[in-house]
């Protein structure tokens, strides 16, 4: 065998080698990319279903809050209605309400939706899920609003009359009662989704 073909065998087989390295190089980078993938969605499901988790607490309680004023809400229409009904011009005075405990607004909770919000664990929610949490907390919005405003009104002297506290906390109720019935409807398909998501 000649030199010439002894080198030649020789720098084909280190280009074999080197080809072959190349290529596990190149293997266990991309092995490498698709574990930390893995991990880092491992983890974000892990973070967006902990703040699902405190979502839901969360609705919960803020229901209970809710859902224990809406009786005093409809008692206090329900007397209004029989006062106005005498006479709505006649100066509002709380006194007059059997029960009267003031306007006492509910303090609603949405640290954990704005947590989730912040850190972004709301966009590795499913669209449904983050949809439905986000109807919660509008009709929440929407309490908190009416409340502002009943609040104002009585500050600045705009619930003097029977019929101005009627219209007042007709709309506190019927917003109180479209929050609860949200809350309700919004922990029952959540509750399902989760049960849902944990068995697939």
């Known amino acids: 065998m000649s030199l010439h073909s002894r080198h030649s065998g020789q720098h084909g087989l280190t280009r074999g080698i080197l080809a072959l390295e190349i290529v596990s ?32 607490a969360e609705i919960s309680m803020n229901r209970e809050h809710l859902g224990d004023r809406v009786p005093y809400y409809a008692h206090l229409v ?23 405990r003031g ?15 912040a850190t972004g664990a709301l966009s590795h ?18 309490v908190d609003s009416t409340f502002d405003w009943a609040l104002q009104s009585a500050l600045t002297g705009q619930l003097e009359t029977r019929s101005d506290a009627q219209r007042a906390f007709y709309l506190m109720l019927e917003a109180s009662q479209l929050a609860v019935g949200t809350y309700d409807s919004v922990l029952q ?7 849902g998501d944990e068995t697939e």
């Open 25 to 56: 190089i190149m293997l266990a980078v991309a092995l490498g990319f698709l574990v930390t993938e893995w991990r880092e969605g491992l983890a974000d499901s892990r973070r967006s279903r902990a703040a699902l988790n405190a979502i839901k």
């Open 78 to 100: 329900s007397e209004l209605n029989e006062l106005a009904a005498i006479d709505g011009e006649a100066q509002f005075t709380g006194g007059e309400l059997d029960g009267w």
């Open 103 to 117: 306007l006492n607004p509910p303090f609603l909770h949405q640290a954990a939706y704005e947590a989730a919000s």
């Open 125 to 142: 929610m499913d669209f449904d899920v983050v949809s439905r949490v986000a109807e919660a907390y509008l009709a929440q919005e929407m």
């Open 189 to 195: 398909s959540l509750g399902s989704k989760m049960t």
